[in-house]
T-cell receptor, first 119, second 112 residues
């Protein structure tokens, strides 16, 4: 149990295009999902927290108009990087938390990550 | 907000050596504590976690960690490392219903 998937695993795009990354909880309902980015040889930095059916909460310094987050269902959240630029190239990781009590309370389950390369 | 510091940026050990990676956090309330491992090219995997109870927590692959509340620490240990333990190790903390914060990570290199 507690599997989180991400799609795609890798994406290469041209500068100026938009890229959508999907995060799915496969066997539980994720009341909250988190998006992180990880630069090479660095730690995970939280970008935003999204609760199903409400607007995402962005961390300071993260542009909400650039990184659009949608959490329309209890099993799916999407991150859209709009008008991507080379500096957006990074490893994007999502995680999901189930507060319904089926899984460990307050534990986050991580997806495998998506490597975005913007040319 | 809580923060996490990992003291060692890069640790190099020989096989069979003992390992201890430091992790300290700053938060005055109740916290949940985690250690994750990230093998080269792979995603994060949970090694162990502490929510409550016995402060000595045993995880997978022979790892353990001890929560010392008075020191705000949650150090990771393994008595005898293997080459396959070469990876990046992240300590993470979250207060109840708050966001998870990660330490900067410690790269462990185990020489065969």
């Amino acid at each position: 149990g507690a599997v989180v998937s991400q799609h795609p695993s890798r994406v290469i795009c041209k500068s100026g295009t938009s890229v959508k990354i999907e995060c799915r909880s496969l066997d539980f309902q994720a009341t909250t999902m988190f998006w992180y980015r990880q630069f090479p040889k660095q730690s995970l930095m939280l970008m935003a927290t999204s609760n199903e059916g409400s607007k995402a909460t962005y961390e300071q310094g993260v542009e909400k108009d650039k990184f659009l987050i949608n959490h329309a269902s209890l099993t799916l959240s999407t991150l859209t990087v709009t008008s991507a630029h080379p500096e957006d190239s990074s490893f994007y990781i999502c995680s999901a938390r189930d507060l319904a009590g089926v899984l460990s309370y307050n534990e986050q389950f991580f997806g495998p990550g998506t490597r975005l390369t913007v040319l | 907000a809580q923060s996490v510091s990992q003291h060692n940026h890069h640790v190099i050990l020989s096989e069979a050596a003992s390992l201890e990676l430091g992790c300290n956090y700053s938060y005055g309330g109740t916290v949940n504590l985690f250690w994750y491992v990230q093998y080269p090219g792979q995603h994060l995997q949970l090694l162990l976690k502490y929510f409550s109870g016995d402060p000595l927590v045993k995880g997978i692959k022979g790892f353990e960690a001890e929560f010392i509340k008075s020191k705000f620490s949650f150090n990771l240990r393994k008595p005898s490392v293997q080459w396959s333990d070469t990876a990046e190790y992240f300590c993470a903390v979250n207060a109840l219903n708050n966001d998870m914060r990660f330490g900067a990570g410690t790269r462990l290199t185990v020489k065969p």
